[in-house]
């Protein structure tokens, strides 16, 4: 897509949505951390499986029917309300009725602010309008029984940060004006303090904990105090932040995804308050993960719950559940505090995580219908595959959008002298160097093969650092070459950084060999391993039945038109393996016994 064309597109079309004063500045302050994330429209995607994921997932939000997704709130607030019911968790009378509107509203409102497409626009200024028109004269913002019963506070954390990103990525003025309005609408139904999901069996199941983020992004906003006291009183510091800082696992038993994105308030209370044992509990958290409950995806918590560790419970979870990973909530959540992580401490190791879970998780799920059949969980079984969540509209279609939406935000980031390549995916970012601006184009065919090359265009010469994450699998370091000639670079937290006075034209190039390797389920089952290569999960397809036995790596052989597959010899037939997001409606099996 050209982005020049379709941003002055943009800006002709969404004059009804005129950009507001006090948006996003194209980069945060850094103050706190080494590292600071780009704006959603500093970062293109240019090609490769990413890019057509987001493609997709960009048609397929902007598809979804206006009157329909707001049918629930008008009926409540007495409107007319055409359109057909959603039905499922949406629906009046489902699980949790509404709950996805706000999440759909910013995953909109980011994939237009990074292409530029005035329909984003349109569609995110109608559904906070179609929105507002069903409050009421007291701010009421649930949709059904079960929304304002059972989950009020999981709620309200979406329709904040859909009205935020519509107010601060798409310039829906009236979307700001909501913010305290929905979150004073809300008081009568949220608890006074936070309080834990752990144990809870009945409901209501609410997760007071995940809200503190947007709370604090909301006060930051509108100054209105409320919002701050409420963020303070939902920080789970006694029972989860507190230990985890200290180094006290408390992982196992938790319900997995709740807890994981709760780290993301963690990671803004630091923000805000600047107690460093929000980074150390989120780092601890994040050792964790990584070290005793993560698959070889990156996903975790089999049936949505944290294992014990050196129990053999990944393994164990391999015969006695399908519900391996909830994938779209989980990625979203653990890359946002990978993010939160890099730019905190600027090691690579945060950045090595999230392309595990980008490329094996969120990237590897199945497609959506037009109709709110949705992925959910992975299946690391074998000869499993890739379904559907039974009921409609569940949790992941709101994550999947918004997660899908934030690719931009993973590849690049900004350093004081320079920007940072954290993942490998063509694509571009811009940014302004001492008053300079420059372009990096990324062009790649990561993850299938190892070589990367990035052109600097700028109108003058200019001097910065280039830092190119090191992913942690490589066995040696990397050759970085500029145009064509060897450059040394200096090793520092996992990145290779190339400092020089850049001209316009030149490019840098690296090669990551991509080879194959194994890893283990865990530690007491050493022989039970997935195949990886580079960053990516192989699964044997169309498995035979009964001989879950993986290829030694050195018997695998390319696959003659399939770039990226592989097959090997297995007695009279052939075993084939392909990356886990190559998977479409075939079964597949990723654990097998070492070969
Ligand atoms: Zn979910």
Same mark, same amino acid.
Do not use: A, E, H, T
């Given at each position: 897509m050209d982005n020049g064309i379709t941003r002055r597109d943009f800006l002709a079309g969404a004059a009804a949505v005129a950009l507001a004063s006090? +948006? @996003?500045?194209?980069a945060y302050p850094a103050a706190s951390g080494p590292l600071a994330e780009f704006d959603y429209d500093a970062v293109e995607l240019t090609g490769g499986p990413l890019k057509q994921q987001y493609d997709r997932i960009h048609a397929a939000y902007l598809a979804l029917d206006n009157d329909r997704l707001l049918q629930v709130y008008r009926e409540r607030a007495g409107l007319p309300a055409p359109g057909e019911p959603m039905g499922g968790w949406y629906g009046r009378d489902g699980f949790v009725p509404g709950h996805s509107l706000g999440q759909y509203i910013s995953g909109l409102a980011r994939i237009g602010r990074t292409t530029g497409d005035a329909a984003c626009a349109t569609k995110v200024a109608a559904l906070v309008e179609g929105f507002a028109a069903t409050l009421g004269p007291k701010d009421q913002c649930f949709a059904g029984p079960n929304a304002v019963n059972v989950w009020p506070c999981y709620i309200l954390d979406k329709h904040l940060a859909g009205l935020m990103d519509a107010y601060q990525l798409t310039g829906v003025a009236q979307a700001r004006d909501l913010v305290p309005r929905v979150f004073h609408g809300a008081l009568p139904y949220i608890p006074e303090r936070g309080r834990d999901r752990i144990g809870k069996k009945d409901p209501p199941y609410d997760e007071t904990y995940v809200l503190p983020e947007s709370l604090f992004l909301a006060y930051e906003l509108t100054g209105d105090r409320a919002l701050y006291d409420r963020a303070m009183a939902y920080l789970l510091d006694r029972d989860y932040f507190d230990p985890l800082a200290a180094g006290v696992n408390v992982l196992p038993g938790r319900h997995a995804y709740s807890h994981v994105i709760a780290l993301s308030s963690a990671g803004k209370a630091r923000l805000v308050l600047g107690d460093e044992k929000y980074l150390r509990a989120m780092q601890n958290a994040a050792h964790l993960l990584q070290s005793t409950q993560q698959f070889a995806t990156g996903g975790w918590g089999p049936n949505e719950t944290f294992i014990e560790p050196h129990k053999g419970q990944l393994y164990a979870s391999l015969h006695t559940t399908n519900d391996h990973f909830e994938t779209p909530c989980g990625s979203y959540a653990v890359i946002k505090l990978a993010r939160y992580l890099l730019c905190a401490t600027g090691d690579a190791r945060y950045g090595d995580g999230l392309e595990r879970v980008v490329f094996n998780g969120i990237l590897a799920v199945k497609e959506p219908d037009a109709d709110g059949d949705y992925p959910y969980y992975s299946t690391y079984g074998a000869a499993a595959h890739k379904v559907f969540y039974p009921k409609k509209w569940p949790c992941c279609s709101g994550t999947l959008v918004e997660g899908v939406a934030d690719y931009v935000k993973n590849i690049y980031f900004l350093a004081p002298d320079g920007v940072v390549v954290n993942l490998y995916a063509p694509s571009r970012v811009k940014w302004t160097e001492h008053g300079t601006e420059v372009t990096l184009a990324q062009e790649t065919d990561y993850p299938l093969r190892g070589t990367v090359a990035l052109r600097v265009t700028s109108a003058a010469p200019i001097e910065f650092a280039l830092r190119m994450r090191v992913p942690g699998w490589m066995a040696a370091t990397p050759q970085l070459r500029v145009n064509g000639k060897p450059v040394h670079a200096d090793l520092q937290q996992g990145f290779a950084i190339v400092r020089r006075r850049w001209t316009s034209g030149d490019t840098l190039t690296c090669e990551f060999p991509l080879q194959f390797r194994t890893e283990a389920i865990d530690d007491l089952h050493p022989e039970t391993v997935a195949l990886l290569r580079g960053p990516l999960v192989y699964v044997e397809q169309n498995p035979a039945e009964g001989e879950a036995a993986h290829a030694s790596p050195e018997a695998l052989r390319p696959e003659a038109g399939t770039p990226g597959a592989f097959s090997s010899p297995a007695g009279k037939s052939t075993r084939t393996y392909a990356p886990f997001?190559? +998977? @479409?409606?075939e079964a597949y099996t990723m654990y097998a016994q070492h070969g």
């Open positions: 006090g +948006v @996003r500045p194209s997001y190559f +998977v @479409r409606d």
